[in-house]
């Protein structure tokens, strides 16, 4: 038996590149490498970029319900909102009802900016090298694999 196909190790379960983990942290890290200069030329950063997303998809959300859509904690997500607000994209104001409560609202600015991002989804693609069709099928494995993650917590 050459090297090759020798049996399983042990330990070949704490291989760096045995682990599911890291496949999808490294990829993590590559994708947004391939976003950084696409986005750049909208102003934005990543994390800037998903939140706007949020709001292209549904304006006028509370803090608390964009947090949620994007699986983080309000508290971190409200600097990220304030730079937002400073370059003119959208406006924060609190709720009448509520203090507590902040709402978001896109600009004629941020809504216009969607038209800009709309050339990001095509150039991730080619970036990809995969069909729209695989990357479909990748990303709801991806959801069914984040959905079973969240239920084992």
Same mark, same amino acid.
């Given at each position: 038996?050459?090297?090759?196909?020798?049996? #399983? =190790?042990?330990?070949?379960? &704490? @291989?760096?590149?045995?682990?599911?983990?890291?496949? *999808?942290?490294? +990829?993590?890290?590559?994708?947004?490498?391939?976003?950084?200069?696409?986005?750049?030329?909208?102003?934005?950063?990543?994390?800037?970029?998903?939140?706007?997303?949020?709001?292209?998809?549904?304006?006028?959300?509370?803090?608390?319900?964009?947090?949620?859509?994007?699986?983080?904690? #309000? =508290?971190?997500?409200?600097? &990220? @909102?304030?730079?937002?607000?400073?370059?003119?994209? *959208?406006?924060? +104001?609190?709720?009448?009802?509520?203090?507590?409560?902040?709402?978001?609202?896109?600009?004629?600015?941020?809504?216009?900016?969607?038209?800009?991002?709309?050339?990001?989804?095509?150039?991730?693609?080619?970036?990809?090298?995969?069909?729209?069709?695989?990357?479909?099928?990748?990303?709801?494995?991806?959801?069914?694999?984040?959905?079973?993650?969240?239920?084992?917590?």
């Amino acid at each position: 038996m050459n090297a090759d196909t020798q049996a #399983p =190790g042990p330990c070949d379960e &704490l @291989l760096l590149n045995n682990q599911v983990c890291f496949a *999808l942290h490294s +990829t993590s890290l590559l994708m947004t490498k391939v976003y950084k200069p696409l986005l750049q030329a909208l102003g934005l950063t990543y994390p800037q970029y998903l939140a706007m997303l949020v709001l292209w998809e549904q304006d006028g959300l509370t803090v608390g319900e964009i947090s949620h859509r994007l699986l983080t904690d #309000p =508290g971190s997500l409200t600097p &990220l @909102l304030k730079r937002l607000e400073a370059e003119g994209l *959208l406006k924060r +104001t609190r709720s009448r009802d509520d203090e507590r409560v902040v709402l978001v609202q896109l600009t004629e600015q941020g809504q216009a900016l969607k038209e800009q991002a709309k050339r990001v989804p095509p150039c991730i693609l080619g970036a990809s090298g995969q069909s729209l069709e695989r990357l479909q099928q990748l990303q709801a494995e991806l959801l069914e694999l984040r959905a079973n993650l969240q239920q084992s917590l």
